[in-house]
């Protein structure tokens, strides 16, 4: 599967911005989902998952309550809503894949995943 994300930018404190995570392939919806980010001399973090049904989902302690993990299976996309931005959301995201056969995985950890997309980066003034 190919991964294309979109939507970054530059958002001052406080504002928000919505992350779009396309995959190619008939089959997204046997794919559990990731959103991960890497800041600037920093090591990529794990941000956010869902599960291939979608039902299921999982976040880092610092952007819970702030951001949402949701995805379109018949459109095959996966998206990212980023509400009450900080200066230290700062960074390239990227969206990740992993085919499962069980509807309800999680996957938390960058090893697990197999498929990455190209990243797209998201800068928060002060």
């Known amino acids: 599967v190919q991964l294309q994300a979109s939507g970054g930018g530059l958002v001052q404190a406080g504002g928000s911005l919505r992350l779009s995570c396309a995959a190619s392939?008939?089959?997204?919806?046997?794919?559990?989902m990731g959103w991960f980010r890497q800041a600037p001399g920093k090591e990529r973090e794990f941000v956010a998952a869902i599960s291939p049904s979608g039902r299921s989902t999982y976040y880092a302690d610092s952007v819970k309550g702030r951001f949402t993990i949701s995805r379109d299976n018949a459109k095959s996309t996966v998206y990212l809503q980023m509400n009450s931005l900080k200066p230290e959301d700062t960074a390239v995201y990227y969206c990740a894949a992993r085919q499962t056969s069980y509807s309800g995985s999680l996957y938390a950890i960058e090893e697990r995943y197999h498929y990455w997309g190209q990243g797209t980066q998201v800068t928060v003034s002060s």
């Open positions: 392939g008939r089959t997204f919806s046997s794919y559990a």
